[in-house]
């Protein structure tokens, strides 16, 4: 490696739900070319995979996601039949801490901090000390999915309503680069769900889920759109612009576009295809970051 290599970055990592575990396989070649992750700042899935990262257990939850399968993913999904969410997200956030351990922000080796949205006072949070699970619990409040998390007298929501991209708790870093990963880029041509996904199936997952403790048969037809469909589809698209807008009013370094719909948001089952997606595209779009450091 030469001397004058700039090798200490800043890793910002977006939300976007099951896209974000391309952010596995950008960390992976990151770690390839010799580059030392020092800081990190991530919304929602991104504070997940950062805060795995930072806690030193990634290959343990690498492991884990890659042999979980839709089955897996419901039985994880505990209902709170709250009209503030779907979703409690204690089954998540219990079998995460028994994988990674419970853990403090302030013993993590790197800096880290997870973005969420105090949605009433139109502001973003960050939270960088405390338990390091009840920030990513904090940053994962996907609205009408995941009920809201009360912290310090507020209730917080997933920070990508905010700030999907968020670099701003990067900037007094003492480090050489700043990277950071969109998961809202350009919708690819081509369908990213297979069609042996498709066959037999209603569009929504969310809807054949719910269906189960309802003992409701519904007919949809191929083309319909559900409830759920349309809202994902609608903050997909809010969380693109507003991360486009925030990327050219504050530009990093280096930048790793994800298209927006290289998979759905509950789309776990899909990680060894996201994580290559994540590893390839970081290959692509970090290029000139290579050939710079030769």
Not at 32 to 51: H, K, V
Request: net charge negative; aromatic share 8%.
């Amino acid at each position: 490696m030469p001397e004058n290599k700039k090798n200490s970055i800043s890793l910002v990592l977006g939300s976007g739900g099951a896209r974000g575990l391309a952010h596995i396989g950008v960390i992976h070649w990151l770690e390839e070319q010799g580059y030392e992750i020092a800081s990190i700042s991530g919304c929602s899935m991104g504070a997940l995979i950062g805060g795995v990262y930072a806690a030193g257990k990634l290959d343990v939850f690498e492991q884990w996601v890659r042999d979980i399968n839709r089955v897996d993913i419901l039985t994880l999904l505990d209902l709170s039949w709250q009209k503030n969410g779907l979703v409690k997200g204690d089954k998540i956030i219990a079998t995460l801490t028994e994988l990674v351990g419970d853990i403090a922000i302030e013993d993590l080796p790197i800096k880290y901090t997870a973005v969420a949205a105090d949605i009433a006072n139109e502001k973003e949070v960050w939270l960088s000390s405390g338990n390091l699970f009840d920030a990513i619990r904090a940053s994962i409040s996907l609205p009408l999915f995941f009920t809201p998390v009360h912290h310090n007298g507020v209730d917080l929501i997933d920070g990508g309503v905010l700030n999907p991209v968020p670099i701003a708790p990067t900037f007094n870093d003492n480090t050489d680069l700043t990277i950071a990963v969109n998961l809202g880029g350009r919708v690819i041509a081509s369908n990213s769900v297979s069609e042996s996904d498709n066959v037999g199936q209603p569009p929504s997952k969310i809807s054949r889920f719910l269906a189960r403790f309802k003992n409701q048969v519904v007919a949809h037809n191929a083309n319909e759109w559900g409830a759920y469909d349309i809202a994902n589809q609608a903050f997909d698209a809010m969380q693109s612009t507003i991360a486009r807008q925030k990327l050219a009013a504050y530009p990093a370094d280096y930048f790793v576009e994800i298209a927006r719909n290289a998979c759905g948001t509950i789309e776990f089952h899909r990680a060894d295809e996201m994580i290559k997606l994540g590893y390839d595209t970081a290959q692509v779009c970090l290029a000139a970051l290579a050939k710079d450091s030769l």
